[in-house]
């Protein structure tokens, strides 16, 4: 069973971000690391992999800059190999380009039985992006993954929902969206992060794929200002004067909680 | 060697400090406080592959270079002490042995299972009479011709790892007619006593026991290496686990610096925050420095065993001077906590505690010294 994830590289979400204030977008120019919410694919990617008995899992990935430490950190987890869409030209795409863009890069690998993506990324939250590539794939798309088990060409999905979760039946290939939380990814041993140094990691460009144009010119949207969000505002203070419960008591009646 | 670890060992140093922050940093106060060593997160140390780090594939192990522990001891340290020795000594005192003096027996009978972290060695050389003066060894084994097994009698002290309910074997330095040998002494021996844990300074969540040998007696091919080689073998063992503690103090020191720096400016005094004021600035600013320095010292002794280099000076000075510095960090911390840094709610007061056997253990300053003397041709 082959299976491909889509991972993401962001900015260290441990540091502070900056924005570029003529594009409205954040700043990506130094390192990237890999998206903590593609690091439950990835582990989902492996153990279905070795729950299978054989295939492998390889990475696309898309950067305006060539970076790669975070398809690294990935490959260190043991994915077997990547592609990574590279081009300063993809600077400023909007999420439809993107899936446009890594559809291009599964495509490229041969597709597979199985293509996971994170539900939104950690640094644009658009969460769109794995459903618009399994459009263009034409795939069946399974959203909010928490459990998946795969029985030969079929596949089972518990899939979360605001009350519980619904269970699910897709025949493969597919995609599906996993949720944060739902393995517990494993560390990379010091063997692994070694191995992927020479692990192969192709590089390609935006109209090696073929998908032009990309980035501000292919991008069907404008982000036309950026603004703080409102501060919360301060909270009632009630001064106890003995008889303070029955104003929390019609406080939380107010609100309907009891 | 330019100052800058490889690409790989920094991807790696991000693993272990994620490992370290969210598996050990929120429970190192309370394994402090209740003395209690966790079986648990040795077990997953071993599962991260952090005590096969520098053995070979063959065992179990990564075949990485000594820098690679060196890199795990420090960023473990950095938040717990008590588990950076656990690991430094797990590894240069528990398997380092016997992966360099054992026979393949040997190797293949306890290697495997102290490489995965499923079980820890430790080193019985440090007696009630002798710490520097290991030479002066009075614990004794004699060859029993008539049931042909190893007799030992004798007293160790302060034995990290001794008394784990994962310790497997200690190995042990006694007299023998052709001098001072090493016997691997299995957990459990008849005539091996595990004296109830010492009450520490520091180190409270690392496990450290006095040892008595009474009539114990072991299997011929329980001796470790050359009969008469002990002497030689251990001080081999020590060189390289000197670096390994100067990782260690380098991280302690590295935690006091950060913690420090950190309350420096939110900490106000007099209408701003302390790091405005010299008399704070400064003492980290120089703190700063010695960090610089203990860190280029462990990496140059790291890089110099890796290349196959005389490295027995190197080692001496690492540890020498990141164990003095991490002392100096934890005085400088507290100083700077003020009150905040005298009560268990800080971790600077476990690092303080934590930080003063850095300067004995594992050979004390003043054997650091001895040392770097006798490599500058001094006669002594």
Not at chain 1, 72 to 83: E, Q, S
């Amino acid at each position: 069973m082959n299976v491909i994830v889509c991972v993401k590289q962001i900015p260290d979400p441990a540091l502070p971000g900056a924005l570029d204030s003529s594009s409205n977008t954040l700043k990506r120019d130094g390192k990237l690391i890999l998206d903590e919410s593609d690091s439950y694919g990835v582990e989902m990617a492996l153990q279905l992999v070795t729950a299978a008995g054989g295939g492998e899992v390889s990475l696309v990935s898309m950067a305006p800059n060539g970076e790669v430490s975070g398809l690294r950190t990935a490959l260190a987890m043991g994915a077997a190999k990547a592609i990574l869409v590279s081009d300063p030209a993809l600077k400023g795409s909007d999420a439809l380009t993107t899936a446009k863009v890594l559809a291009a890069a599964v495509q490229r690998l041969g597709g597979a039985d199985l293509i996971i993506g994170a539900t939104e990324s950690s640094d644009g939250y658009t969460g769109t992006v794995p459903e618009q590539i399994a459009e263009i794939l034409g795939l069946p798309s399974v959203t909010f993954a928490k459990k998946v088990t795969i029985d030969g060409s079929t596949m089972h999905i518990e899939r979360q929902t605001e009350q519980g979760y619904d269970e699910v039946t897709s025949p493969l290939p597919a995609l599906i969206s996993v949720t944060a939380g739902v393995v517990e990814p494993r560390y990379p041993s010091f063997k692994g992060i070694m191995a992927a140094k020479s692990k192969p990691l192709e590089t390609v460009t935006a109209a090696d794929l073929g998908i032009t144009p990309v980035g501000w010119d292919g991008a069907g949207q404008t982000i036309v200002n950026v603004s703080q969000a409102e501060a919360r505002k301060a909270g009632e203070v009630i001064e106890d004067d003995g008889e303070t419960f029955t104003k929390v008591v019609s406080y939380l009646e107010n609100l309907k909680l009891i | 060697m330019l100052g800058e670890l490889s690409e790989e060992h920094e991807a790696f140093r991000a693993v272990v400090r994620d490992f370290a922050a969210s598996e050990i940093e929120p429970h190192a106060a309370a394994w402090d406080r209740d003395h209690h060593f966790p079986v648990d997160t040795v077990l997953a140390m071993g599962d991260l592959g952090l005590f096969g780090l520098i053995f070979p594939e063959e065992y179990g192990g990564a075949g990485a270079d000594f820098t690679s522990l060196c890199v795990a001891i420090e960023e473990i340290g950095r938040v717990d002490q008590s588990m950076g020795i656990t690991l430094s000594a797990g590894v240069g005192l528990g398997a380092n042995p016997i992966h360099h003096f054992g026979s393949d027996e040997q190797k293949q009978r306890w290697l495997p299972e102290m490489i995965t972290g499923r079980a820890l060695g430790a080193f019985g050389l440090t007696e009630p009479d002798g710490g520097s003066d290991a030479g002066a060894t009075k614990t004794k084994a004699r060859l029993d011709e008539t049931t042909g097994k190893w007799v030992i009698d004798g007293n160790k002290s302060f034995i990290t790892n001794s008394g784990t309910a994962i310790t497997s074997v200690i190995t042990v330095t006694a007299r023998t007619d052709s001098g001072i040998s090493c016997f691997l002494v299995p957990s459990g021996t008849p005539g091996l006593t595990v004296e109830p844990a010492y009450h520490k300074l520091g180190w409270h969540a690392s496990d450290t026991h006095g040892l008595s040998l009474n009539d114990c007696r072991i299997d011929t091919d329980q001796l470790l290496g050359t009969p008469g080689d002990g002497f030689r073998n251990f001080l081999q063992i020590l060189d390289d686990g000197r670096i390994a503690i100067s990782a260690l103090a380098l991280g302690c020191a590295r935690a006091c610096l950060d913690a420090a720096v950190d309350y420096a400016n939110e900490r106000t005094a007099f209408g701003s925050t302390i790091s405005r004021y010299q008399g704070v600035s400064f003492q980290l600013a120089d703190l700063a420095v010695a960090v610089e320095n203990a860190r280029n010292l462990t990496y140059k002794a790291a890089w110099l065993k890796d290349n196959g280099r005389p490295f027995k000076q190197a080692a001496a000075m690492a540890k020498l001077y990141s164990t003095e510095t991490a002392v100096d960090a934890t005085r400088i911390a507290t100083q700077i906590f003020g009150g905040a840094g005298f009560i268990e709610e800080t971790p600077i007061v476990r690092f303080y505690r934590d930080a003063k056997v850095l300067e004995i253990g594992e050979g004390t300053s003043e054997i650091q010294r001895m040392v770097i003397a006798r490599c500058l041709g001094l006669a002594l």
